[in-house]
């Protein structure tokens, strides 16, 4: 079994999935998201981040066996059982390494742990299958029904992505569907319609909406990179509720913080 | 929505009084009514002298008790006069089980005035062939119907103001029958009962005794508020709103003489048969003292398995306002931790908190006492021939630093300099508590609020209290002390990347000069990320000083606590220590209470639970303070119930207490360099809560530094 390559493991994370998680970040990624809020998972190299304000530096990046990784989620069993918790692999694109996906997943199915494929869904069917008889839900993102956007911005295969989701949707998989909003990207009414056909014809029947935030600001600094959204102001509460509504119609919606 | 009495409270309190504060003329003036009384008997006249000093009642009072009174125009000759004369009749301090008590409430509201009064007297009666008794028996009854004469006193200065501008004749005259009532019987209703409690509360304070606990609100009250809201007569929201009323005025004391009270209140946890106490009226604690928004009511919650999720979760949104109140309890491991000591189950069980987070046995010992045992001196002396590098106390010689060639060896000399320092601890304390002789220091008012000082007509501090007195011991570093010997395994004895004795230089120099050495101390094992190559100093720090300390006795025979708590004087104490192992630098803060070290518990909130449970605290039956700092946004709906969560693995897994403020970094930074635009801002800072821009900067950074998580 070849090691897996791991960004980070983020223990107490309360905000991928429900009850206390904890996140497997893998490294790498085959997207280019200029908003992205984990820009030192992108690349399959470790990534020295240099924090500003404590000028402390972490190195995100290591090589570790399925074994090593379900020794250290397994430490946080009790919070996973108490609070209906679990572990949610994230990334970068996890799927990349979809074989280590599956053998940690059936690892951690085995000590009876819930497990969340966090995935942007570009990635051969195969990859699918090699993981989903060990994970519980996936968490699908959906980042725009326009394909030259996807396409020229974001580096991805519109048609690949929309046809994995539909499958998904299809076979019975537990998929949370969720769309980051983002201003100049597809928080526009025009773009949300357009989500809103794709996702109604793939089938689905609930969206997540995470508003845009700056977070990620910290990290580029970092990195000693230039966030493109540094001076993107947040989203004004009525686009997002305005978003929301339109959804509304078609599917159960809520807006994750 | 505080009520409008309430508000206008609020703002009365910002006006001070006139004249000049001086209980000793108002003590002066009793002693002086019975030149030739014995001592104790003219102790008892000068608090009844301050008790009928002339009442103040507020616009917005809907329960009375002000220590305005005690304010007076007062010549320069009689306040030198009155101190001199009030002086030997003081009260005794914290070190001498003078404050930092849990009043017995419950029999004292069962039995009312009257009720006590004939308990006394058949005391008498009973001790008729012991004059010593029968006299001090007679001070705890001009103490009493010194008291009963305060609330006639209220009942007439309420009817003498109806009409006047400002106030509400209705809620005077609320007041006046109140007031009236309970110089006749017990209370019956709820407001009744308050009325009492608060005025028997601010007595104490009228005495000059500080931190005097409230105890168990929602258990001695619960009678009087089901009945009232069973007969219609009382909503919750009403209870809520008279509490307000209540809590509000334990400001009087910062807001006139500077410096906050800390009146703990303790509310759910169990009853003495075990089941759960918690109630409605829980919840209408919780909700005013949230609702108030003021430091003072130093909130505990006591949390059992049985504790109902909602109350938690009530909790949590009462803590995620950023008060920092309730401080949440382990029941089940206080409970255990007492009961170490002997008492009786169901007296352990009905234990509440004084002070900060002090267990208390309620109502049945002598007031509280507690010190502070800074551990890393010690580490000193083992690597300075027993001296301090800057302060001047000194230790053992336990040998030179060149014959410590392993850990054992150096745990082994640690411990030989702990023993004698708590030993030394010991002896200091016991010979300064009995210093003052108790026969000239009675205390006839507290000893009413003491089982069982009527029944056998002794004083709390002589024999009255139905156990003897208890004194804490607060750990302070225990993070530094972790940190440092998790240190010195990795760095010298397994790495050797450094001997022991370029340690002790390294340490005696500041780290200059040595900073690739402190660099690699800096990289060890910390405590609180769950490693335990760090953590188990932590069990052992706890184990062994808990166990010591166990070994002695009070000076009446009760028990050495101990404390996992520093109350921010690890802040000080980090003065005078020199550097330690652990990478600290001289001066720096010492590790708080019972937290890792702030900013290195770096594995995220669980980790930090699962290594700050892994010392037995059921030896710790002071309490404990861990500090912990939770973004704002961990309290909203959705993500409180994770935070939930965490709390009940935290305490099944045998932690002892948790305190967390709420309030973002961001904010605590921009107060403290915008302080005018954070008046309000109150956070939690050790066992207690306070305004954050009245605190000393060292202290503020160090709120800050703790480590934030999510």
């Known amino acids: ?257 | 929505m505080i009520h409008p009495n309430t508000e206008l409270l609020k703002n009365e309190l910002c006006s001070p009084p006139v004249g000049s504060y001086a209980p000793h003329v108002f003590r002066a003036e009793g002693i002086r009514s019975h030149p030739n009384a014995p001592h104790g008997i003219r102790r008892a006249y000068s608090i009844a002298s301050l008790f009928t000093a002339k009442p103040y009642i507020y616009k917005g009072d809907r329960i009375v008790g002000s220590i305005r009174s005690l304010w007076t125009e007062v010549t320069e000759e009689e306040n030198r006069t009155a101190s001199e004369l009030a002086a030997p009749f003081s009260i005794r301090g914290f070190l001498h089980n003078g404050d930092h008590f849990a009043p017995d409430y419950t029999t004292f509201l069962t039995d009312g005035i009257p009720g006590t009064l004939s308990r006394i007297e058949a005391s008498m009666e009973a001790h008729g062939d012991q004059p010593d008794r029968v006299e001090f028996l007679e001070s705890c009854r001009i103490a009493l119907l010194a008291l009963r004469d305060r609330l006639t006193a209220y009942a007439e200065a309420a009817e003498a103001l109806i009409g006047a501008e400002g106030y509400h004749s209705e809620t005077l005259y609320e007041i006046k029958e109140n007031c009236l009532s309970l110089c006749k019987r017990p209370p019956v209703t709820f407001p009744e009962a308050l009325q009492l409690v608060w005025m028997i509360h601010n007595s104490f304070v009228c005495e000059g005794r500080y931190a005097m606990a409230l105890g168990r609100m929602d258990q001695y009250l619960y009678p009087y508020f089901a009945r009232d809201v069973e007969t219609g007569k009382l909503t919750e929201e009403e209870a809520t709103s008279l509490l307000e009323n209540v809590f509000i005025k334990i400001y009087e004391r910062r807001a006139y003489l500077g410096g906050d009270d800390v009146v703990n209140i303790a509310v759910g946890g169990v009853k003495p048969d075990g089941s759960d106490a918690t109630n409605r009226l829980s919840f209408c604690i919780l909700r005013a003292v949230g609702n108030i928004n003021l430091p003072g009511p130093n909130l505990s919650a006591r949390i059992a398995p049985t504790t109902p999720e909602d109350f938690l979760d009530e909790c949590l949104k009462v803590i995620g306002t950023g008060l920092g109140y309730p401080a949440l309890m382990n029941d089940e491991v206080n409970i255990a931790a007492l009961s170490r000591y002997g008492y009786a189950i169901e007296d352990a069980r009905n234990y509440s908190m004084v002070g900060c987070i002090e267990n208390f046995i309620t109502g049945m010992q002598p007031a509280w006492t507690d010190g502070r045992f800074d551990t890393p001196r010690f580490l000193e002396y083992v690597f300075n021939d027993g001296k301090g590098y800057f302060h001047p106390s000194a230790g053992l010689d336990t040998g030179s630093v060149s014959t410590i060639t392993s850990m054992g060896i150096l745990m082994e000399r640690l411990e030989t300099q702990l023993k004698a320092g708590v030993k030394e601890y010991v002896e200091g304390f016991n010979r300064a508590n009995t210093l003052p002789c108790p026969e000239q220091y009675t205390s006839p008012f507290l000893s009413l609020f003491c089982k069982d000082c009527i029944g056998r007509g002794l004083d709390i501090n002589m024999g009255g209290a139905v156990y003897p007195s208890v004194h804490g011991a607060a750990l302070m570093g225990v993070g530094t002390m972790c940190d440092s010997l998790a240190a010195i395994e990795q760095v010298i004895f397994t790495d050797m990347a450094a001997t022991v004795e370029e340690l002790a230089a390294a340490l005696k120099a500041n780290f200059e000069g040595h900073e690739p050495l402190q660099k690699a101390l800096l990289a060890a094992p910390k405590y609180g990320n769950n490693h335990d190559f760090a953590d188990k100093y932590a069990v052992w720090f706890v184990d062994f000083l808990s166990d010591e300390f166990m070994k002695y006795k009070t000076r009446d025979g009760g028990g050495y606590y101990t404390a996992m708590a520093a109350n921010v004087s690890n802040i000080y104490a980090g003065h005078t220590i020199g550097a330690t192992p652990d990478g600290r630098k001289a001066g720096e803060p010492l590790s708080d209470a019972a937290s890792p070290t702030y900013g290195r518990d770096t594995r995220g909130a669980t980790a930090t639970v699962l290594s700050v449970t892994k010392p037995d605290y059921t030896k710790v039956a002071c309490g404990t303070v861990i500090n912990q700092k939770y973004s704002p946004s961990m309290f909203s709906d959705g993500k409180r119930d994770k935070l939930r969560a965490l709390i009940r693995v935290y305490f099944g897994r045998g932690g002892q207490e948790m305190q967390i403020n709420a309030t973002s970094t961001e904010v605590l930074r921009d107060a403290m360099d915008h302080p005018e635009k954070y008046p309000d801002l109150v956070v939690r800072v050790s066992g207690f809560s306070a305004h954050y821009i009245t605190l000393a900067r060292d202290v503020q950074l160090d709120i800050l530094s703790r480590t934030q998580q999510e």
């Open chain 1, 1 to 257: 079994m070849s090691a897996l390559n791991v960004s980070d493991i983020q223990h107490f994370s309360v905000g991928d999935g429900p009850g206390i998680r904890t996140t497997v970040f893998f490294k790498g990624c085959n997207l280019r998201c200029p908003w992205c809020h984990n820009p030192e998972t992108i690349s399959r190299e470790p990534v020295a981040l240099t924090y500003l304000r404590t000028n402390k530096t972490i190195t995100y990046g290591r090589a570790v066996t399925v074994n090593e990784v379900v020794n250290e989620v397994m430490e946080d069993l009790d919070f996973y059982r108490q609070s209906g918790g679990g572990v949610t692999i994230s990334g970068g694109e996890p799927l990349l390494q979809a074989n280590g996906v599956a053998a940690l997943g059936k690892a951690l199915r085995e000590k009876g742990v819930s497990v969340i494929l966090d995935t942007a869904g570009c990635i051969p069917w195969s990859h699918f299958e090699a993981v989903l008889p060990f994970v519980d839900t996936v968490f699908f993102d959906w980042k725009t029904s326009d394909p030259v956007c996807m396409k020229e911005r974001i580096g991805g295969d519109l048609p690949l992505i929309k046809d994995n989701l539909t499958r998904l949707l299809r076979r019975g998989t537990d998929v949370h569907i969720r769309i980051p909003l983002i201003p100049g990207i597809n928080a526009d009414t025009a773009s949300v319609a357009a989500m809103a056909a794709d996702l109604r014809e793939a089938g689905a029947k609930t969206v997540a909406l995470l508003p845009f935030h700056r977070l990620a600001v910290g990290k580029y600094d970092a990195m000693g990179l230039v966030y493109p959204f540094r001076d993107t102001p947040p989203l004004p509460a009525d686009a997002v509720s305005r978003a929301a509504k339109m959804l509304a119609s078609d599917f159960t919606v809520s807006i994750e913080k």
